[in-house]
């Protein structure tokens, strides 16, 4: 059973800090991998989906790594900015409708 | 303007009850998904449906049901049966067939709290 784990669960840093959000799964057998954003008490934005052939994408200051290999994946967000506090969750699954989350990093970026 | 409505957006239950969720979308989605979000976990799949009257249990499908009649709404039944129905219900749709690898489009939930 795919494990998705994020480390850590809560972040927080000054703003125009880098963030650097980390995402491990135990099977690397996945057919892509999602980043989203999640604000408190609202439904998940698809931030960057990274497709199992590719290494890396990105998105104006996000960009996205995987490394199947090891199994994980990392969501770098650049000259981070209030607006950019929120809960960041990645998932992965075997196909595209089967998808396994991480609990998600809890972002707080300090004024 | 495109998206999908989930309603009500806070729901209370009393015991022994049943209660629906609605979730409708306007994206011409094929596939549409139930979640369930507790603190502290990842969203955990109920149900999925990949075509209008077919659905397919998730990893958490006891005590829930879900009907697909039509392309636009998947409702999900909360039945007595869920012990534990306490949480944050999220709906989902995405596309199917080409392109592939489209992420999922989400609504902003319901609230579900026990009396």
């Known amino acids: 059973k795919q494990e998705v784990t994020q480390i850590p669960a809560a972040l927080s840093v000054p703003e125009g800090e880098n963030l650097v959000l980390n995402c491990s799964f135990t099977?690397?057998?996945?057919?892509?991998l999602q980043w989203f954003r999640q604000d408190p008490g609202k439904g998940l934005t698809s931030l960057l989906l990274?497709?199992?052939?590719?290494r890396e994408q990105t998105s104006g200051r996000l960009n996205a790594s995987l490394d199947k290999s090891s199994g994980r994946s990392t969501l770098y967000i650049a000259a981070s900015q209030p607006g950019d506090s929120a809960t960041y969750l990645c998932?992965?699954?075997?196909?595209?409708?089967?998808?396994?989350f991480g609990a998600g990093t809890t972002v707080t970026v300090r004024a | 303007d495109g998206g999908i409505t989930q309603s009500p957006k806070y729901l209370f239950r009393k015991e022994g009850q049943n209660v629906t969720l609605s979730c409708e979308q306007n994206?011409?989605?094929?596939?549409m998904y139930w979640y369930r979000q507790d603190p502290g976990q990842g969203l955990r799949l109920i149900y999925y449906?990949?075509?209008?009257?077919?659905?397919q249990k998730g990893d958490i499908a006891e005590g829930y049901s879900v009907s697909r009649e039509k392309k636009e709404s998947f409702p999900l039944t909360v039945t007595s049966a869920q012990k534990n129905p306490t949480a944050f219900y999220l709906c989902?749709?995405?596309?199917?067939?080409?392109?592939?690898?489209?992420?999922?489009?989400f609504g902003d939930g319901t609230r579900l709290s026990i009396l």
């Open positions: 989902a749709s995405s596309p199917r067939g080409l392109p592939f690898n489209q992420p999922q489009h």
């Open positions: 449906s990949q075509i209008v009257n077919d659905f």
């Open positions: 994206l011409n989605h094929d596939a």
């Open positions: 099977d690397s057998a996945i057919y892509n």
């Open positions: 998932a992965v699954g075997p196909n595209d409708y089967k998808l396994s």
């Open positions: 990274i497709q199992s052939s590719q």
